[in-house]
């Protein structure tokens, strides 16, 4: 919040343009994070965006009207290993962000971009 950041309490899905934002959504009583995209449109019938994995992960659907519904598992844009993680896991993680291109109501279309893309057209680490 120092920074200028709107701070969200964690775990608490925050809406913005139709889509539900949150560090991880959760499947029943257990709270247990959903873990692909695809089950997250599945279960929730909704378009949202997490992270909490460090996969790129997007499912698109369409609810009973027709309407567009995408989720996105986009978990880190750093450009440095994770002790906590299993080198396997560094290795094979996806580093970007994702652009929204045309949010109305849910609907929009993403644009992966991955961090070696902005490193190499912006510089720096």
């Known amino acids: ?3 200028g950041w709107t701070v969200h309490p964690f775990l608490q899905p925050y809406l913005l343009g139709g889509i539900v934002f949150s560090h991880y959504v ?3 009583v257990k709270g247990l994070a959903i873990t692909s995209a695809r089950a997250i449109l599945t279960k929730l019938h909704h378009s949202v965006v997490v992270g909490h994995q460090q996969t790129l992960d997007i499912a698109m659907a369409y ?3 027709g309407k567009p519904l995408t989720a996105i598992i986009a978990g880190c844009c750093y450009p440095h290993d994770e002790a906590y993680l299993t080198p396997q896991i560094n290795i094979g993680s996806w580093r970007g962000v994702v652009m929204l291109y045309g949010v109305s109501d849910g609907v929009f279309t993403p644009n992966p971009v991955p961090l070696s893309y902005l490193k190499s057209r ?4």
Do not use: A, I, L
């Open 63 to 65: 609810d009973v009207t």
């Open 122 to 125: 912006f510089g720096g680490r």
């Open 26 to 28: 959760v499947s029943g």
């Open 1 to 3: 919040e120092s920074y």
